[in-house]
Antibody, heavy 119, light 110 residues
Framework: EVHLVESGGGLVQPGGSLRLSCAAS????????MSWVRQAPGKGLEWVSA????????FYADCVKGRFTMSRDNSKNTLYLEMNRLRAEDTAVYYC????????????WGQGTLVTVSS | QSALTQPASVSGSPGQSVTISCTGT?????????VSWYQQHPGKAPKLMIY???NRPSGVSNRFSGSKSGNTASLTISGLQAEDEGVYHC??????????FGGGTRLTVL
């Protein structure tokens, strides 16, 4: 069974940094692109970033470009999201998700980890 | 990239059918057959219900179906059941090599 478990969320001050991790199991991790998707409290879903199976290509939403860096360690079946210069509007539950295929949907999703940016 | 447009809420009685629309542009919904739909219950992670416009993942009831016409995609749920209640999100791949979601539609089973 495919399983994704996020960790690393917490409370951070504006301008601070945080690194999220997503541990994957139950599938050949390096064969699949992965994404981070976030959901602010009471709001809809917002795609944040994606990475190819090899890790050679990364893609970012405009609102995080230059501040967030997505990476993966295929030897550890782990995905990362390095978040710098955090803002209050980055407060959200962050989910990692496996891509079904090129351009296709996301399945499954992890349980999410909450990031709160506040002083 | 602007969010896709979904109705804020829809409702239906048990056994009825409901359709949720998702409107984008030729740069996303209209340009690619990469529309997906997700069901989300309170406090839970989203669950994929439809991908590539019309495909159902294994384990998803055939009461759920997807379609697309031009820049608008639709999710139809037939034979409504109480467990279908929740928030439904649509998503599309875009010409900017990114993904965009709709604002979500709350489905109430009366």
């Amino acid at each position: 069974e495919v399983h994704l478990v996020e960790s690393g969320g917490g409370l951070v001050q504006p301008g601070g940094s945080l690194r999220l991790s997503c541990a994957a199991s139950g599938f050949t991790f390096s064969n699949y692109a992965m994404s981070w998707v976030r959901q602010a409290p009471g709001k809809g879903l917002e795609w944040v970033s994606a990475i190819s199976g090899s890790g050679g290509s990364t893609f970012y939403a405009d609102c995080v470009k230059g501040r967030f860096t997505m990476s993966r360690d295929n030897s550890k079946n782990t995905l990362y999201l390095e978040m710098n210069r955090l803002r209050a509007e980055d407060t959200a539950v962050y989910y990692c998700a496996k891509h079904v295929g090129e351009g296709s949907g996301f399945d499954p999703w992890g349980q999410g980890t909450l990031v709160t940016v506040s002083s | 990239q602007s969010a896709l447009t979904q109705p804020a809420s829809v409702s239906g009685s048990p056994g009825q059918s409901v359709t949720i629309s998702c409107t984008g542009t030729s740069s996303d919904v209209g340009g690619y057959n990469y529309v997906s739909w997700y069901q989300q219950h309170p406090g839970k992670a989203p669950k994929l219900m439809i991908y590539d416009v019309t495909n159902r993942p294994s384990g998803v009831s055939n009461r759920f179906s997807g379609s697309k016409s031009g820049n608008t995609a639709s999710l139809t749920i037939s034979g409504l059941q109480a467990e279908d209640e929740g928030v439904y999100h649509c998503s599309s791949y875009t010409s900017s090599s990114s993904w965009v979601f709709g604002g979500g539609t709350r489905l109430t089973v009366l």
